[in-house]
């Protein structure tokens, strides 16, 4: 194969990979706008695409933390599902999710005292729509639903901690649960979200 056919084949394989990424972005907006419209059956839609680029994303992110991915995936989730109604129509969702994804990313950086990741660069190329890691369970996320389902000590931590972004003290005196329960709570309540979404419970 000369080096020309080479080139070609290598352009032709860049652009259907584009072209893929553009329509999985259309289709994923156009159900998120949808459910932000209303339609709670094209959000869940929009939720089960999301979960599986956003796997990938993450198992490519961290491949020595493959453990803590679910965790992380499920808070990106909430966090996308709390921040919904920040989404302006004219932005592409690519960005959008991808500034959220790199947050969640960061706090689990810090928390774990992995200085050498934060120096990283996190690439804004549309990269979090190259590849999709879907499992079975995906098609019964709603993030909303599977938050409501838990019971309050394992609810109230993770929607002061992890979405409204109180400190653990703050979130205490909050809910007047003690800082020991909330940490139980938070760890408790990914967990069994985690379950959930994999078909274990």
């Known amino acids: ?44 839609r929009f939720l089960d695409g999301l979960s599986g680029h956003l796997r990938a994303y993450l198992r490519r992110r961290l491949p020595r933390a493959q453990a803590d991915v679910e965790d992380i995936l499920q808070e990106t989730l909430l966090a996308v599902h709390n921040a919904r109604h920040t989404y302006r129509p004219e932005q592409p969702l690519t960005a959008w999710v991808h500034a959220i ?47 409501d389902a838990l019971p309050d000590r394992h609810r109230l931590p993770i929607q002061l901690v992890k979405l409204e972004g109180l400190s653990v003290a703050e979130a205490a005196l909050r809910s007047g649960m003690s800082e020991s329960a909330v940490k139980v709570g938070v760890h408790r309540g990914l967990k069994a979200l985690a379950a959930r979404i994999r078909g274990r419970s």
């Open 1 to 44: 194969m000369s080096t020309d056919t080479r080139q070609m084949t290598a352009d032709t394989a860049d652009e259907r990979r584009e072209r893929a990424m553009s329509a999985t972005e259309t289709d994923l907006r156009a159900c998120f706008v949808d459910g932000l419209n209303g339609d709670a059956a094209r959000y869940r």
């Open 101 to 147: 994804a790199r947050y969640k990313l960061m706090d689990f950086f810090r928390a774990h005292s992995r200085r050498e990741a934060l120096h990283e660069p996190f690439e804004d190329d549309g990269g979090l729509f190259v590849a999709s890691d879907v499992e079975p369970a995906d098609a019964r996320r709603d993030v909303g639903v599977l938050l």
